[in-house]
């Protein structure tokens, strides 16, 4: 976070543990004059354990900047810039998983060239990509993108007319559609319990599978896309 003349705020986290299916790493962090360092200890790193751990205390330290921009009532985003390895220069860090590139057939042009046409895709769209800093709430928002792209492909207020269509259009059956719809429940409910990382992966994945394929079927002026080019999933 970088230091702002009129917002300055401290805090300090004991070393905490994580303990999951995917890793298992030790994690403290100090905040001063509102820059925030945090250092953690895992026996391995890699890219992907780096990526994952980046996730977690991104999430957790920012719970912190929430409870004090709370109780101030101000504005507060937690901004990581770097990390440090041991015996490594600082490195950049950011969030996300660059395999959901390779999800995505239409290219960023045409994305950007299908916005400034229809502005409604901004919502879905940013709903989905807001997952990539924010992972644990990628079962709500996932679904939310999901349905957002069902009420751009049809105006009925019928619900079970928006899916069908949806689901018809762009070659996806209600199973495919239903690992997130029926994930997104608790969280929507406000359940606060522990998340899967793989299931947070698969509805990434699902979400990101169904945006590119609205996308390629807005492209088409809509319509139905071809099950030779996108099978059936």
């Known amino acids: 976070m970088f230091p702002h003349p009129a917002v300055q705020i401290s805090a300090t986290g004991a070393p905490t543990e994580w303990n999951d299916a995917n890793l298992r790493f030790t994690y403290a962090f100090r905040i001063e004059k509102s ?3 945090i250092t953690c200890q895992v026996e391995q790193i890699t890219d992907v354990s780096l990526n994952y751990i980046h996730q977690i205390v991104a999430v957790r330290v920012r719970g912190v900047i929430d409870a004090i921009a709370f109780s101030r009532g101000t504005g507060l985003r937690l901004l990581i810039d770097y990390c ?7 490195r ?3 969030s996300g998983d660059p395999a959901l590139a390779t999800l995505c057939s239409i290219t960023e042009l045409e994305v950007i060239r299908l916005i400034e046409k229809e502005g409604r895709i901004l919502k879905p769209l940013n709903d989905l990509t807001e997952t990539l800093s924010d992972p644990l709430d990628s079962f709500v928002n996932c679904q939310r993108a999901i349905e957002g792209i069902g009420r751009l492909m049809s105006d009925s207020e019928e619900r079970k007319v928006r899916w069908e269509y949806l689901r ?16 997104s429940v608790p969280d929507r409910h406000g359940a606060t319990g522990p998340v899967s990382m793989r299931d947070v992966g698969e509805a990434q994945v699902r979400g990101w599978t169904t945006m590119n394929r609205f996308l390629e079927f807005r492209k088409r002026n809509s319509v139905r896309l071809s099950l030779s080019e996108f099978p059936l999933l």
């Not at 440090?84 to 600082?90: E, G, I, V």
Request: hydrophobic fraction near 30%; charge should be positive; charged fraction near 30%.
């Open 92 to 94: 950049p860090l950011r």
């Open 35 to 37: 820059i925030v360092t």
């Open 84 to 90: 440090r390895l041991p015996d490594q220069k600082p």
């Open 168 to 183: 018809n259009s762009l070659n996806l059956t209600r199973t495919y559609l239903d690992f997130v719809s029926e994930r």
